[in-house]
């Protein structure tokens, strides 16, 4: 299958401070990137669907300018939490689909800390 | 009209036997269905995926079977392995221009050597 790197896989921020995530798609152009969020035993939670030279469409309930998104290029896109707060706490995890656009490819995930 | 419901929650087999889970969707736009495998702390990953045009695939001990007219599709792992245990997620294409899935809610097996 196609290769998505997410980096990085593990954080630990202060609150207040902001983090951001790239997932890359390594091996193919990703017109669409997605960003999910999972809480422990949980499924995936789709937070915004990422569209390379466009602005993000976000989910219902998920604060835009909470958690910047943007797609740069067609192998890059980045999740930027800004004033990460203790709440904001959760595995994030990207994904990129190829041009059938039905077939996503996901990255491994990144644990946030907020302290 | 947008979920995927999935069953059982949790699931245990003993090491060899088969494990199924289940999953249901209501929206008959929905024209792809894959299904990931997700082990601790990492993304899932994509197992089998299968269309509506076909009734049966079949890759290695993963097998899907799909029922158009009952709306319900489910995974079948032969002869499954300690090195199974993950969670499994269903999935169902919610719209083929923006390629954005519905999951459903996971099943968490668990198979005893």
């Known amino acids: 299958g196609a290769v998505v790197s997410q980096h990085p896989s593990r954080v630990i921020c202060k609150s207040g401070t902001s983090v951001k995530i790239e997932c890359r798609s390594l091996?193919?152009?990703?017109?669409?990137m997605f960003w999910y969020r999972q809480f422990p035993k949980k499924s995936l939670m789709l937070m915004a669907t990422?569209?390379?030279?466009?602005?993000?469409?976000?989910e219902q309930g998920v604060e835009k300018d909470k958690f910047l998104i943007n797609h740069a290029s067609l192998t890059l896109s980045t999740l930027t939490v800004t004033s990460a707060h203790p709440e904001d706490s959760s595995f994030y995890i990207c994904?990129?689909?190829?041009?059938?656009?039905?077939?996503?490819?996901f990255g491994a995930g990144t644990r946030l800390s907020v302290l | 009209q947008q979920q995927v419901k999935q069953s059982p929650q949790s699931l245990i087999v003993q090491k060899g036997g088969i494990s199924i889970i289940n999953c249901a969707y209501e929206?008959?736009?929905?024209?792809?269905f894959p299904w990931y495998q997700q082990f601790p702390g990492k993304g899932p990953a994509l197992l089998i995926a299968?269309?509506?045009?076909?009734s049966e695939k079949k890759e290695g001990r993963f097998t899907i079977s799909f029922n158009k007219s009952a709306k319900q599709f489910s995974l079948h792992i032969m002869d499954s392995q300690p090195g199974d245990s993950a969670t499994y997620f269903c999935?169902?294409?919610?719209?083929?221009?923006?390629?954005?899935?519905?999951f459903g809610q996971g099943t968490t097996l668990q198979v005893k050597p």
């Open positions: 994904s990129a689909s190829n041009q059938a656009k039905n077939i996503q490819y």
């Open positions: 091996d193919f152009q990703a017109t669409t």
């Open positions: 990422s569209n390379e030279g466009s602005k993000a469409t976000y």
């Open positions: 929206n008959t736009a929905f024209d792809y």
């Open positions: 299968i269309r509506p045009d076909v």
């Open positions: 999935a169902a294409n919610g719209s083929s221009n923006t390629g954005k899935l519905i």
